[in-house]
């Protein structure tokens, strides 16, 4: 059984939230993984998470793009800290879109490693 696509790893002694939206090939798998973070988000304590979002190699559409507006919108009260990895091309527009409308800063990463430790860095 793989492991979930959202879920809590440590990093440099510190909590950090995974969401693994890499890979995903189909949209539709991708607005469930995108809803699954939403309600998983939601249970968590205000101002509590560092959240790391891999969107490496997945395939989007105008539904995920909005999905993943909302998403921000909805956990910026929930987050400490974001960062994002696996932006390509039009990603970095969307990017840029879901960050300002969000009003979150949410740093791009080449890797995963640099993201972790940026976000194991956060206060």
């Keep these: 059984m793989s492991e ?3 879920r809590f790893i440590e990093h440099q002694g510190r909590q950090i939230l995974l969401l693994d939206f890499a890979s995903v090939p189909d949209p539709a798998e991708g607005l469930r993984h995108i809803a699954e973070a939403k309600a998983f988000v939601a249970k968590q304590q205000p101002s509590s998470l560092r959240i790391l979002t891999n969107v490496t190699d997945s395939r989007f559409n105008s539904d995920i793009v909005s999905a993943l507006k909302d998403l921000a919108t909805h956990n910026k009260p929930y987050a400490r ?6 932006l390509t091309g039009l990603m970095r527009i969307v990017h840029a879109t879901v960050t ?10 080449q890797t995963v490693d640099e993201a972790k430790d940026y976000l194991a860095g956060q206060p």
């Design 4 to 6: 979930p696509r959202v």
């Design 81 to 86: 800290a974001g960062a994002v990895v696996g």
């Design 100 to 109: 300002k409308i969000s009003g979150r800063k949410i740093p791009a990463f």
